[in-house]
Structure formats: C-alpha cells, structure tokens
C-alpha cells in the first residue's frame, strides 16, 4: 500500500526552524506570547500616531489568527520578520517624527524665551538708566536742601536774637481777661473756676508778681467776701498785700476780714485799721469800711468817737457830703448809746447831715424812720414821697409810706402804696415784706391796739447796719463793698 506522502504540518515547520535557528525560535515564542503582544500593543496606543496604533492593531489581531489557525504556521517566520520589520521601521519613523517635533517646539520655545530675556534685559537697561539719572537728581535736589537749610538756619538764628521767645507764656492765663469773667459771675457757682485759676496763677507767679498785679489779687478778693467766702478773700487780700505792700485798699479790707473773724488778732487789727483809715486818710471808701466793722463789732462808742475825729479832720471836713455821711453814722451811734431814745444830740445830728445833703437817700430813710417813732406822721410822708421819688423800685419806700398813711389814719392811701409797690417787684422777700405790712394795716384799721406802734420794741425800724452804711433791706454781708482803685475791673 502506497503511501501518500503528507503535507509539513506546521509542527514540523517549527521544529525545522528551532533546529537550525535556536535565536529565532526564542524570539518567535517570545513575540508570539500573548503579554508581549499585549504590551505592544498598550505602548503603541499610547505613544505612537494613528499609523503605528493600526500596525500595533493588525498585530493583534494576526497574533489572535496565529493562536487559532495553526496551519499558517508555516510560513510564521516570514510574518514575523515581516511584522518585526513593519513595526521597527514604522517605530523609529514616529520617533524621528517625534525627535523632530520635539526638537522644533524646543527650539521655538528657546528662542521665544531668548528673545523675551533679551527684550526684558533692554527693558530693565533702560529702567536702570533711568534710575540712575532719578538718582542723580535726588542727590543734586538733597545737596541743594541741605544748603538752603543752612542758609534758612543761619536766618532763623538772626531771627531769634531780634524776636524774644515766647513760648514760656504759651500757658499763661490773661489775668485782666479773668477777672472781667469774674466780675461777670453772679453767684459762687458760676465764678469759683475763675477763682481757681487765680489762685494757681498767683501761686505759680511767686517769681514773677508782674504776671498778675496786686490789684487784680484784691479784686478777686472783693468778690469772694461779697459771696461770702471769707477765707478766699483773706487768702487773695494777703498776696495782693505782699505784692503791693502800698495797696492801701487791700490792706483795709485785709485788717477788717481779720477784725471781723479772726478773734485773736481783733483788737491788733482794729488798731492797726484805725490807724491806716483815721490817722492817715486816703479814701472815704475805707472809712466806710472801718465803720462797717465796728457796726459788726458794735463798737457804737468808736464809732461816735471816729466820726466826731473826722468831722474835724482837714481832709474830710471840707466836703459837705463827706460830713453828711458822718453825722449820720454818729447820730446812729449815739441813738444806740441812748438805748434807742432820740435825744436832742441824735436829732441835731440827721438834720445836720440833711442839710448838706438833702438828697442822701440813706439819711432819709434814717431820718422817716424815726419821725414814724415820733409820730410826726405829715413829716414822714413827706420824706417818704422824696424817697420814692429817687428810687421807683424800693419796696421799703413804699411800705415806709403805707405804715406812716395807715397810723396817720389814712387806711386806704395805706393800702395803694401797697398796691404801687406790688407793681415794681416780684421778688419773693419783697413780696412777704408787702404781705406782713398788709397784716399791719388790717391791724391798725381794726383798731385792735390803738397803742400798737408806741412800743419800741414792736416798731420795725431801719437796722443799724442800714442807717449807717446806707444798705437796703439786703443783708450787709452781700452788700458789695468797693474800695478806690479797686471798684470795678479795669477798663
């Protein structure tokens, strides 16, 4: 039986192959194992074009074809070199291609880099430049400042040696400006910043008394007693008279503050008063001043004693309304040292002193007053008319007129001076004043007690203190008491 001989199968053709190349047959299992294909496969459709994606595919795919047609085998080696040969070649185009590419944009990128340095550098060429030019300006401009700063240096020292420095006073108060605003100050409140401040520029002037004089001192002084800050006042009087020790207004009112309210310099300061005042007159101010503290001290037989010296002293005598003022206070005094009888001496006295001033409104109310004690009614209201007739706005001249109508037996002429003076005031002790004299006229029409007005002690006479300093019904104390030289601010 003859035997057909048989195709090679591609076994055989493989054996044949790995027989006489080993190298090849290696390569050939490794190429056709499936992970080497499939890493081809990953790396060429990732890194190379479209072209090499298709060899990487058509790869595959004939490495699929090889696994399940195994008659092709045979001429696998031809395939393999042929698809090793695709893929080399098709591999180093894409990376010239790829080199190329890269080198280009490298190369472009470098020289746009490059040209953009360089066109930087120029830019910052030109920058520096010009800073240094700016530079070079600065310096002249500073040189040239530093020059004119001597020069104006060398100015301003010619300057000073013309020019005092103020600048210690730049905290100095105006001491004239102060006391103006004190004067202004009509009650404690609205005045007691001002005394501070006076009291610390006298305090911080010790070295320099000319920063606020004496006079400005005792003015201040004069407004504290008028409120009744009697310490401050001794404290402004003192200083004004250590700066001014010849300020002979501060010293009367230094010597009657003590008088009045230190007990142990009393007679001492009295003493030394009477002196200044009496012995060595200067101003009728201060003698008024001298009477207003022996009012306070009743001192009635010194006060009859220094008015009988200085209705025969050279100075004084000579002026009728200077002995009309002294007369007065002398009859006052001897009526108290009478024990309130008018003798023949105190009448002689007040009609002396109205006769050389008739029209001295204080030595008229005096004078109405007592002829009411004395019941010359007619007379009273005839100076009670006078007194009216220089002051509209007294309410104690109109109730002087009611009480002496009412006791005259003229009950309603009483009742209309009450009316007029209701219409001059509103204060409210004016106002109580008006009501008690009402009372007074109810009591006399009534005739309750025909006697009522006999009785010193019920007969509400002027005050002392009124009959001798001429004070309205106000009391003393906030009677302002100016002094020469001293009697307002300066103008």
């Known amino acids: 039986m003859q035997t057909t001989p048989s195709t090679p199968s591609w076994a055989d053709s493989l054996g044949a192959i790995v027989a006489k190349s080993p190298g090849l047959a290696i390569a050939l299992v490794l190429l056709l194992s499936a992970g080497t294909i499939a890493f081809v496969y990953l790396l060429l459709r990732d890194r190379l074009s479209k072209g090499a994606r298709d060899i990487a595919e058509a790869s595959k795919l004939m490495a699929e074809s090889l696994r399940y047609n195994t008659e092709s085998l045979a001429t696998a080696p031809q395939i393999v070199l042929a698809f090793s040969s695709l893929v080399e070649s098709t591999i180093k185009r894409e990376l010239i291609e790829l080199d190329g590419k890269i080198s280009s944009t490298v190369a472009r990128e470098f020289q746009s880099r ?56 730049k905290n100095v108060a105006d001491p004239e400006l102060l006391v103006r605003r004190l004067h202004r100050a009509e009650t404690w409140d609205q005045g007691k910043d001002i005394v501070a401040q006076l009291q610390n520029l006298c305090n911080s002037s010790a070295d320099a008394p000319e920063l606020i004089p004496a006079q400005y001192l005792e003015i201040a002084g004069d407004w504290c007693r008028r409120h009744n800050q009697f310490p401050l006042a001794l404290w402004f009087y003192e200083h004004a008279v250590a700066r001014d020790p010849e300020r002979i207004s501060a010293q009367v009112e230094l010597l009657a503050l003590r008088a009045e309210y230190i007990y142990p310099r009393r007679e001492e300061s009295l003493r030394e008063l009477r002196q200044l005042v009496v012995e060595r007159p200067r101003s009728l101010n201060d003698v008024r001043r001298l009477l207003n503290v022996l009012i306070e001290l009743e001192r009635w037989s010194d006060i009859d004693e220094i008015c009988s ?16 003022i002294f007369l007065r206070n002398r009859a006052v005094a001897r009526r108290h040292l009478a024990f309130g009888h008018l003798t023949d001496a105190v009448w002689a006295d007040i009609r002396a002193a109205l006769s050389l001033h008739p029209d001295e409104e204080n030595a008229l109310k005096v004078y109405a007053n007592w002829l009411v004690e004395a019941k010359q009614y007619e007379e009273a209201i005839k100076i009670g008319r006078q007194l009216v007739g220089l002051d509209r706005a007294d309410v ?63 007969q509400p006479t002027v005050s002392i203190g009124q009959a001798l300093l001429g004070a309205s019904d106000v009391p003393l104390e906030s009677i302002p008491h100016e002094h020469a030289g001293a009697s307002s601010p300066p103008a």
């Open 309 to 324: 010296a200085l209705l025969s002293n050279t100075t004084y005598g000579t002026h009728p309304s200077d002995r009309a």
């Open 114 to 169: 490059a040209t953009q340095l360089e066109e930087s550098s120029t830019e910052a060429r030109s920058v520096l430049q010009e800073m240094k030019a700016m530079r070079s300006d600065i310096l002249a401009i500073n040189r040239a400042a530093v020059e004119q700063q001597v020069v104006l240096e060398q100015e301003l020292s010619k300057i000073r040696d013309v020019i005092p420095d103020y600048s210690v006073w």
């Open 396 to 458: 104690t001249y109109y109730t002087l007129l009611s009480r002496a109508h009412a006791l005259n037996g003229q009950i309603q002429e009483a009742r209309r001076m009450l009316d007029m003076a209701e219409d001059v005031t509103i204060s409210p002790s004016s106002q109580l004043q008006i009501a008690q004299q009402r009372e007074e006229v109810d009591v006399i029409e009534a005739r309750i007690d025909p006697h009522f007005w006999d009785a010193p002690a019920s």
